[in-house]
Every structure is written in structure tokens, then in C-alpha cells.
């Protein structure tokens, strides 16, 4: 399989303020990139620079969205593995492949986001025959981070840390764990959406219990639909 159609190719350009966190979250991820950019000054002094990170928790509430967004804040490119996708029948091709991705990442310096790291995990107790092979693919995984550089940072993220390998979890030295938004904090990112609409297209009948993904799409699917609706009555009025 060609490297290049494992890497999803993500162009967007997101900065922090694009990313809604909650004040903790938010705390933990600026130190990072803080960390980051000072790491050559840091390690003059003998204090590890945190490179290796998982973010997990709810689905659609902006792991994605901020790994995007600190590799924009470093100047660095984003090299963006689902390992859903990557998950192959051949275990031994599936290892090649990710150390193929580790490699590229450390060679250019780049940030390297594993989304879906559960599917390793997930993977592991699907079907006896491959608990070895999985188990192999495991260790891989776990040395390939063990060994990743210091100057590189390899982000990854999960919806379900429990089922993942424990030994694989202690790898990372930062964990950011993602909520599903209160109504408040959702009531301020609605607000955010509708901001650029004029007036009459900024009253929806709000959703509540739902990620920021679902909450964006629906906003616009409403808005769009009353929008439309105007542009119709226009027409036809105009006829």
C-alpha cells in the first residue's frame, strides 16, 4: 500500500481560538506549545520537554481540532494516521506501514496525529487466533514511541482509553481527557457560529447533549434551510 494513501491529507488551517476548550484544557495545551518551542532551552536545564500526548474522551468535541491547531501554533506540518484505516488482515504489513508513517514524521520534524488509537486495543480482543500478532503489533507501537524523538511530537487520540493496552497508555506523559460540552459552554459556541449571519438567520431552536460536531452541523443545516426559504420567498416575490 502507497504511504501516501494511509495519511489523510487535511489542509485546514486552525489556530486555537478556533478550538473550544474548557479553561483547564486549554491551560495544559498552551503549556505544550510552550514547552515545545522552548524545548532546546528547557533540556539545558535537564527538564523532559512532553512530547508524547493522548487525547481522549467524547467524540466530535475537538481532539482532532487541536492537534490541527498546535501544530499551527509550532509552524510544523501535520501528518493526520487513523488507525482505523491502517488496521490491515496482514498484521506484518500493518506494522511496516506504521513504522513507515514514524519514520516520515521524525525525518521532517512533523507532527504526528494517531487518531482511533483504540483500534489496536479494540483489535487485540476481536478474535483469538490473532492475540499474538496483535500483541506483536503492540509492541511495535509501544517502541516506536519509546524511540520517537525528543524534537518531534506525536499526538494521539481516543474515545475509549479503557479498552487500550495499559502499557501502551503509560507512554504518554500528558493526558487530556475531552467532555461532552455543558449547555452553557454549548449556548457560548452557538453563539460563536451564528455571530457572522445576519440577525434573522440567528434564531434556531438550540440543541443541547450533543458534541461541538454535531452542534456545527446543525446549526448550519438550520441556517441554510432558512436561508434558502428567504431567497425562495424573494423569487418569489419577484415573479
Given at each position: 500500500m502507497n504511504l501516501y494513501n494511509l495519511i489523510i491529507q487535511d489542509k485546514e488551517e486552525v489556530t486555537l481560538d478556533d478550538v473550544f476548550l474548557d479553561s483547564h484544557n486549554k491551560e495544559q495545551?498552551?503549556?505544550?506549545?510552550?514547552?515545545?518551542?522552548?524545548?532546546?532551552?528547557?533540556q539545558e536545564y535537564g527538564l523532559p520537554v512532553n512530547n508524547k500526548v493522548l487525547l481522549e474522551g467524547s467524540s466530535g468535541c475537538g481532539k482532532t481540532m487541536t492537534a490541527k491547531a498546535i501544530a499551527n501554533a509550532l509552524g510544523k506540518s501535520i501528518i493526520i494516521l487513523n488507525l482505523s484505516n491502517i488496521v490491515s488482515s496482514r498484521i506484518g504489513e500493518t506494522s511496516q506501514n506504521i513504522k513507515m508513517i514514524f519514520d516520515k514524521?521524525?525525518?521532517?520534524?512533523?507532527?504526528?496525529?494517531?487518531?482511533?488509537?483504540?483500534?489496536?486495543?479494540?483489535?487485540?480482543?476481536?478474535?483469538?487466533?490473532d492475540v499474538g500478532e496483535m500483541r506483536r503489533l503492540v509492541n511495535t507501537l509501544i517502541q516506536l514511541i519509546d524511540y520517537y524523538p525528543e524534537n518531534a511530537l506525536l499526538l494521539c487520540a481516543t474515545n475509549h482509553p479503557e479498552i487500550i493496552d495499559t502499557a501502551l497508555i503509560r507512554r504518554f506523559q500528558l493526558k487530556i481527557n475531552y467532555q461532552m460540552p455543558s449547555d452553557q459552554f454549548l449556548d457560548q459556541f452557538y453563539d460563536t457560529l451564528l455571530s457572522k449571519f445576519p440577525e434573522d438567520l440567528?434564531?434556531?431552536?438550540?440543541?443541547?447533549n450533543i458534541s461541538f460536531a454535531e452542534t456545527k452541523d446543525y446549526t448550519f443545516t438550520v441556517v441554510k434551510g432558512n436561508l434558502i426559504?428567504?431567497?425562495?420567498g424573494k423569487h418569489e416575490i419577484q415573479l
Open positions: 495545551i498552551v503549556q505544550l506549545i510552550k514547552e515545545n518551542t522552548y524545548s532546546k532551552e528547557l514524521a521524525s525525518r521532517e520534524r512533523s507532527v504526528l496525529f494517531l487518531d482511533e488509537l483504540d483500534q489496536i486495543g479494540k483489535a487485540r480482543g476481536s478474535d483469538d487466533k440567528r434564531k434556531i431552536d438550540r440543541k443541547y426559504e428567504k431567497l425562495e
